[in-house]
């Protein structure tokens, strides 16, 4: 096989496209909990995008029985990678990123351990258990929770706000109505998208108002105007990632997740504006990354 080959593949199962999601999930932890620019964020931001890429390698290789029938395009099932050195692949990166969190960042343990088991579980259960895209949500949860904790851990008096838990615990239901959706993706007749599903991936809608909680309670121009403009804005973003869905599963799905980085940028303009540029910066970059890299 062609080094180009060997490494669009590798590209192909980490899903690479949708990694700067995950940056921007570490922006909003990190800056809504207090931190600053420094050296310790670009030590999360590359544990836990090591975790991520683990993750998402992983799952083929937990899933290669399942893609030889039903997603035969799939590395493995295509043949373009064993499935031993899928698993090699990604134990060596996970591997790697809980090292680069332990040792050079303040994460706490607990919350590492939390997603190196979240991750494994939704791979495992996955395809045996409905209730797993829960834990898909949790796994996305777990990062913003990480990367707060580690300001927590090296700012002596500060505690994660409320929004950082509030966001979290809203990431969870709209990542579980994302896969919802995404489950129909290889079927030859896709069903509609459930009601409930629908719910969950409207959630990003309340995003700037979590966010504006951690601005002084009295209304002012400027608040007034991030709120208007990031629910505008999240909005607008649902409703043509709903239509995608409606007309193409696997589109729908690229823009849900690219919205992640979206939402993200309207939470986080309340805490540091050059993170929200950032994240929208993120939000563009995986959309077009989404044209040469599938999104899943």
């Known amino acids: 096989m062609k080094e180009s080959s060997i ?12 990694l700067p999601t995950i940056w921007t999930n570490v922006a909003v932890g990190w800056f809504l909990s207090g931190g600053v620019w420094n050296i310790e964020l670009l030590w999360i931001l590359a544990g836990m995008s ?8 992983l799952n083929d290789a937990f899933d290669a029985g399942w893609d030889k029938e039903n997603a035969p395009d799939r590395p493995i099932a295509a043949g373009h990678i064993s499935v031993t050195a899928v698993w090699a692949v990604g134990s060596i990166q996970m591997i790697a990123g809980a090292a680069l ?12 351990g939390g997603l190196i088991l979240a ?4 791979n495992w259960l996955h395809k045996r258990w409905a209730g797993s895209v829960i834990i898909m949500g949790i796994c996305r949860s777990l990062v913003y929770l990480g990367a707060g904790s ?17 966001v979290a615990f809203g990431v969870v239901l709209y990542i579980a109505g994302l896969t919802l959706a995404a489950r129909s993706e290889h079927l030859k007749t896709p069903r509609g998208l459930p009601f409930g599903a629908r719910i969950m991936l409207m959630i ?3 995003f700037p108002l979590f966010g504006s909680r951690l601005l002084a309670p009295e209304p002012n121009p400027a608040k007034i ?8 804005g999240v909005w607008s973003w649902l409703v043509i990632m709903l239509k995608a869905l409606h007309e193409k599963v696997p589109k729908g799905i690229a823009f849900a997740i690219a919205g992640i980085a979206f939402y993200d940028a309207s939470i986080v303009a309340f805490a540091n504006w050059q993170a929200a540029v950032a994240c929208l910066a993120c939000f563009g970059l995986t959309l077009v990354a989404q044209r040469f890299i599938p999104a899943t």
Not at 101 to 112: A, D, K, N, R
């Open 101 to 112: 969190l332990f040792l050079f960042t303040g994460v706490q343990p607990f919350l590492i």
């Open 7 to 18: 490494l669009r593949t590798l590209l192909i199962l980490g899903r690479i496209s949708n």
């Open 225 to 232: 105007a991030l709120i208007v403009v990031g629910v505008f």
């Open 204 to 206: 990003p809608v309340l």
């Open 150 to 166: 580690a300001v927590v851990t090296n700012t002596a008096g500060i505690e994660m706000p409320e929004p950082v838990y509030i």
């Open 119 to 122: 991750i494994l579980l939704y």
């Open 50 to 57: 090591l975790l991520y890429l683990a993750g998402m390698t």
